[in-house]
């Protein structure tokens, strides 16, 4: 058997966050367009460096350039929206990405369960000509130093379509991408590429079955150029979908092996043996080294199952899930440093493992890495106080004391289209300059919180000014809203470089979970009290959810998700009676990444929105009845996890909507929901300011929708990443426009 190692992407945000840097400038005209991509050109070209040296055979190449891989094809295929056809290049590109004056970027949502977000394409029934020379010609630099070790990597016909808003029907729009791909294809070979990756992932979600026809239609036609093509999955197993992608022509087909049952699928139906696979082993969206022993008897496993005479040993998934180098990690305990894996460990373990199936002697290393997680195992031992708390949990710990119909009256009372923020406010340089100069030991605790607290004051006075109702006190103490809680619980640890992109030019340190997570302070009490103590209106406590915070953070292996979400959800629980205690008529519990954390496949959604719903009402069911409680979720659809987004049980949820154009929100009305709705009236990912006219447009959809009393208003989402230049008159708008509002009913 021929076994080579291999890879399916990797991080493309430069090892110190290089790209953003470049993004940010060029967008500020600060540089030039030829620096901007010089800078990306340079990034892609250390990456392929570095996993040639670490001597991987088949490195996956130009899986992404400037924003987001998915805009990249649309915008390559020629799917330009009508809007934004009046411009060109980079101009054009970024104009889909971010919006530009009075014309809303394309809709952004995520990429299967992971915290990446995509641009989702739009394809209308005219198709404008296809220009794939900046991919050919990154092909070509790649050739120059990888030779033949370069795969590039295509987003293929099915999954584009699988992912884009379809304005003409299915195979139509498959009947026109299949020339383009076939042009693609042809250049490709033209240049001596031997073969390329064609990602599917689309091939594990739960109505792939329904495309058998398409994906045939397209493989059948691609086979015509006679390029090897080589479909790769990942996220998940291929389901019921198996045993007709496995006899798709092409010459190999990649597996996920670390999450759902591709290995019973080999099993029950073999695996062709004149097709070689891709064996996605290691995991490419979670930090943890591999343990040699667990992973090589699940390798020889599937091995064992096989008569292919070739294989490919390879992360997961493209390695963009993860940080780039674990061991630059210095101020980790060495004990935690040591059993972390990022993209430049992952590269080393596949690399490893090919050796090892190969029959090199690998012994020493392996037991190097055995070693290292004895030593962890020494330094987080279990916190037995934390189990017992959990193991006497009863059913009214999960339910608040009385049901939303009865409890509402006692609530604060507010005018109809009460406004407020979802939380954040910018995130000046200043401001991030307080943190790090903290953090740097520049500033003493109590010159940092006094920095802090001038910042609270002059957010609540302008929220006054703006009319406002319900207050926030601006989160200008937190980096990110996962982090910031992390920070003060035990059991996470924070990288200081382990960035990974969320979309775009913003990226995140996603924390670690390594051992029980335990509250040994109030978190967000100060602040609040603060900000209280200025105004006589409601000030929200502001806290993110058991689920966001798990669903957005690197977790633990030996214990399941549910057990540590309700350890989270513990934690929170003290802070929500603390934020009572302290004044909070109003607490917001943010769960934005509560329905990504959805199973890809239906049929295991309920098991996950049964734990992940009772986490949050673990956390919030300690409220009394008078307790106003708010969720918010941004960026995703409803309509089918209604009932368990009112199982909830928050009186409140705030929700992103404009973006979606309303999407959401009909699906949240058509499902019934009878508790409060805020009504997302503007896209905060654009730096566009909204007119009072276009949000009342907005509001009026919820009024024809929802009941008046059910409705609030509010932007789509947190406003930290926007300048106050464009806050303060989209507030004033969004103020208005309630105003407006309350006149006309
Ligand atoms: N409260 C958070 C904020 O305003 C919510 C962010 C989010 O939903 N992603 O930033
Ligand atoms: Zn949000």
Redesign the pocket.
């Given at each position: 058997m021929q076994i080579k190692s291999a890879t399916l992407g990797y991080p493309r945000i430069g090892k110190n966050r290089e790209v953003k840097k470049s993004l940010e400038a060029f967008w500020s005209g600060k540089i030039a367009a030829e620096s901007l991509l010089q800078t990306v050109t340079e990034v892609e070209e250390a990456n392929w460096k570095t996993q040639l040296d670490a001597g991987i055979e088949k490195i996956g190449i130009g899986d992404t350039r400037l924003y987001d891989h998915v805009l990249d094809w649309a915008f390559r295929f020629g799917l330009i929206p009508e809007p934004f056809q009046q411009f060109s290049g980079l101009e054009r590109y970024f104009a889909m990405a971010r919006g530009k004056e009075g014309i809303p970027a394309l809709e952004m949502t995520k990429w299967f369960d992971t915290n990446y977000h995509y641009l989702v394409p739009e394809i209308a029934s005219e198709i404008l000509s296809a220009d794939f020379s900046d991919f050919l010609q990154t092909v070509q630099r790649a050739q120059k130093i990888l030779g033949k070790r370069a795969i590039p990597i295509i987003l293929s016909p099915c999954t584009l379509l699988r992912l884009s808003k379809l304005e003409s029907n299915i195979d139509e729009a498959v009947s026109k991408l299949i020339p383009l791909y076939i042009n693609l294809l042809t250049e490709l070979k033209n240049l001596g590429v031997d073969e390329v990756q064609m990602h599917e992932p689309a091939l594990v979600l739960g109505d792939a079955n329904s495309w058998k026809k398409h994906f045939q239609t397209v493989y059948n036609s691609l086979e015509s150029v006679e390029l090897p093509l080589h479909l790769v999955t990942y996220f998940d197993d291929l389901g019921e979908t198996y045993p007709w992608v496995i006899e798709l022509p092409v010459s190999a087909i990649s597996l996920d092996f670390t999450r759902g049952r591709n290995l019973e699928l080999i099993k029950t139906y073999g695996f062709p043996e004149d097709k070689r696979l891709g064996l996605g082993i290691i995991d490419a969206r979670n930090i943890w080294q591999i343990r040699p022993e667990q992973v090589l008897s699940v390798l020889q496993e599937i091995v064992d199952n096989l008569h292919v005479k070739s294989l490919d040993i390879q992360p997961s998934a493209s390695l963009q899930f993860v940080p780039y180098d674990a061991k630059g990690e210095k101020q980790l305990p060495s004990a935690l440093r040591n059993v972390l894996s990022f993209a430049e460990q992952k590269l080393q373990e596949v690399v490893l493992l090919a050796r090892t199936i190969i029959g090199d002697n690998t012994k020493t290393e392996q037991e190097f890495l055995e070693s290292s997680w004895s030593q962890f195992e020494q330094f987080s031992p279990v916190n037995h106080s934390i189990q017992e708390r959990r193991k006497t949990l009863k059913i009214d710990d999960f339910q608040r004391s009385l049901s939303y119909g009865l409890r509402l009256d006692s609530q604060i009372h507010l005018p109809l289209f009460p406004t407020t923020?979802?939380?954040?406010f910018p995130q000046t340089s200043e401001v991030r300059q307080l943190r790090v100069r903290y953090k740097r030991g520049e500033l003493s605790q109590q010159a940092y919180q006094a920095a802090i607290d001038v910042e609270i004051a002059k957010s609540i006075k302008l929220q006054e000014e703006l009319g406002l109702d319900v207050l926030v006190h601006g989160?200008f103490e937190r980096t990110d809203?996962v982090e910031f809680f992390g920070q003060q619980l035990s059991g996470f640890a924070f990288t200081e470089n382990g960035w990974v992109q969320s979309y775009g030019s913003r990226y995140v340190r996603p924390p670690i979970i390594y051992g029980d997570v335990i509250r040994t302070a109030p978190m967000t009490v100060r602040e609040f009290k603060v900000a209280q103590s200025l105004t006589e209106k409601p000030i929200k406590g502001?806290l993110?959810g058991p689920v966001t915070i798990l669903n957005w953070s690197y977790t633990r292996t030996d214990i399941s998700r549910q057990e540590q979400a309700f350890q989270i959800a513990l934690a929170l629980r003290d802070e929500v009676a603390d934020l009572e205690a302290a004044g909070a008529k109003v607490i917001?519990v943010?769960e934005?990444a509560l329905r990504e954390g959805l199973p890809l496949k239906p049929q295991r959604w309920s098991e996950y929105l049964s734990w992940a719903v009772d986490s949050f009402r673990l956390a919030t069911a300690v409220a009394q009845p008078q307790t106003q409680i708010h969720t918010?979720?941004?960026y995703c659809e409803f309509g089918d996890i209604i009932k368990d987004i009112e199982r909830l049980d928050a009186d409140v949820i705030s929700i992103e909507n404009s973006r979606s154009n309303n999407q959401t929100l009909r699906e949240i009305t058509s499902g019934g929901y009878s508790h409060q709705v805020g009504n997302g009236v503007y896209d905060i990912h654009s730096p566009v300011v909204p007119t009072t006219e276009q949000i009342l447009e907005q509001l009026r959809t919820g009024v024809a929708n929802l009941p008046v009393k059910q409705i609030w208003v509010n932007p789509d989402?947190?406003?930290?990443t926007r300048r106050w230049e464009e806050v303060i008159p989209s507030m004033k708008n969004m103020v208005e426009a309630a105003k407006v509002l309350r006149e006309e009913v």
């Open positions: 923020t979802i939380g954040s989160e809203m502001m993110t917001q943010d934005p918010h979720m941004c989402c947190g406003l930290k």
